[in-house]
């Protein structure tokens, strides 16, 4: 049984870490940079340690920083969160070489998932089928370069082997933009996750990123359904809902399956994430990667299923938490999550700093509505680490029911000192295409022009 735990993250996920540590009764520590002495999840906890300057690379991602606070404080487990070093193989095996207990996957898991590339050679020996694509290679070689990719055909992605999150990525709809596109995505990965490798991979122009969370035990595992998450701006999610809309349900059930099998193949331990693209044209689906750590988007999967995904994770690892069956999870009724992001919609969604001099969600609380959210009234959201601001998640009988309790919500929101993305929500949820079901990765892209202009009635 786990006594006290260090979170290594900040905001809004830390505040959730933090509530499921009180749930238990167990103690929490938070750490905080400059920037976030005066930060909510800094006064929830019960100890909290500075641990640097506001940049994260001096702060957040610094581990033997973090391993530090936790010696001073006599934590005895380590909780990541998201980001930051959640899916650093060397920290996770650090925490577990200091006798700490890592509140995640085995470091090997996180190794041998973190690389695209070896990901994609993980899911096909599990017999899950991968998008159409590459080894990794380098951009070096033109030739080479431009006669994969017409074996692949276009259009096709150019994506960084190490890396994830849409970083670097690039879509290449013709030859004579190969070569550049490919070294651009070289330089950036170098640069963010010290790996020059690329890789090519088949570009479906009408899909679905649709993901499937899963527990794992071990030498098996569980799933808690689906989540689409496919309304997404640069590659990054603003909205995601469960289960899935208009996605037969032998599909899905194939995905679920497919997420499970991934997951024992690789003695997976805790929560873990299995994305996938689902081509709409085809119906065919093809494994993307694993994300071996909590979502973001955890919270529509627990309004659905009526579980607590981030106390499991402390229960499984302070050891009392016991193998699941399948029959124990149970779904009903649908949830969506909308991201607030402090950023202009009007300018390519470009983060939008500043104070926020009113910041007021009193009025959107209800039970079929969820905040979550590491930001208060008078706090600054600074340019130094993500500029999401709050999430907010709502729950209905169905998918019309859950959409119409989210309009509710979001019109309740009040926001000022700074952009935000509240109003572009607001347009996407009264949009006919997302009402009807029809959602794309390409979205936002298809009906901005729309969205926007929607987006300025509504403001």
Request: hydrophobic share 45%.
């Amino acid at each position: 049984m786990l006594k006290k735990i260090l979170i290594a993250n900040r905001g809004e996920i830390a505040c959730r870490v933090i509530r499921a540590c009180r749930k238990l009764g167990v103690a929490s520590v938070a750490v905080y940079s400059d920037a976030d002495a005066a930060s909510p999840h800094v006064r929830m906890a019960d100890e909290s340690v500075h641990i640097g300057p506001s940049r994260s690379t001096l702060s957040y991602l610094d581990g033997a920083k973090i391993l530090d606070a936790a010696r001073q404080t006599g934590a005895d487990a380590v909780h990541p969160g998201y980001g930051f070093l959640a899916e650093n193989y060397d920290f996770a095996a650090a925490v577990i070489s200091d006798g700490l207990a890592w509140i995640g996957p085995r470091p090997e898991s996180i190794q041998a998932m973190g690389h695209k590339q070896n990901a994609r050679d993980l899911a096909i020996r599990a017999g899950v089928p991968v998008v159409p694509g590459t080894g990794r290679m380098d951009a070096s070689n033109p030739e080479v370069l431009l006669a994969e990719a017409e074996r692949i055909g276009f259009p096709l992605l150019v994506k960084a082997a190490a890396g994830g999150g849409g970083i670097g990525m690039r879509q290449v709809f013709e030859p004579s933009k190969l070569v550049e596109a490919a070294a651009a995505t070289q330089s950036q990965a170098k640069a963010a996750f010290g790996s020059d490798h690329i890789f090519l991979e088949r570009f479906i122009p009408c899909a679905r990123h649709v993901e499937v969370q899963v527990f794992g035990f071990d030498t098996t595992a569980v799933h808690m359904y689906e989540r689409d998450c496919s309304l997404q701006r640069r590659f990054q999610k603003i909205i995601e809902e469960a289960p899935a809309p208009d996605i037969p349900m032998e599909v899905r059930q194939e995905m679920q399956k497919a997420a499970i099998n991934l997951a024992v193949s690789v003695g997976y331990q805790g929560a873990g994430t299995v994305e996938f693209i689902f081509d709409v044209n085809t119906g065919e689906f093809f494994f993307l990667e694993m994300n071996t750590r909590i979502q973001v988007e955890h919270p529509v999967t627990e309004m659905i299923t009526g579980l607590d995904l981030v106390a499991m994770q402390l229960q499984y690892a302070g050891g009392e938490l016991q193998a699941m069956t399948q029959d124990e999870i149970q779904q009903s009724g649908h949830a969506i999550e909308c991201r607030l992001y402090a950023e202009n919609p009007e300018k390519n969604f470009m983060p939008s700093p500043g104070k926020l001099s009113l910041f007021d969600l009193a009025e959107v609380d209800s039970e079929r509505i969820r905040i979550e959210t590491g930001y208060e009234q008078g706090g600054e959201i600074t340019p130094f680490y993500d500029p999401m601001i709050a999430k907010i998640i709502a729950y209905g009988a169905d998918r019309a029911d859950a959409i119409e309790a989210m309009l509710g919500a979001l019109a309740k929101v009040r926001v000022q000192g700074i952009k935000t993305n509240l109003d572009f929500l607001i347009s996407c949820m009264e949009h006919t295409a997302f009402r009807s079901g029809q959602v794309s990765t390409g979205f936002v892209e298809e009906h901005k022009s729309t969205l926007l202009q929607a987006q300025s009635k509504v403001a």
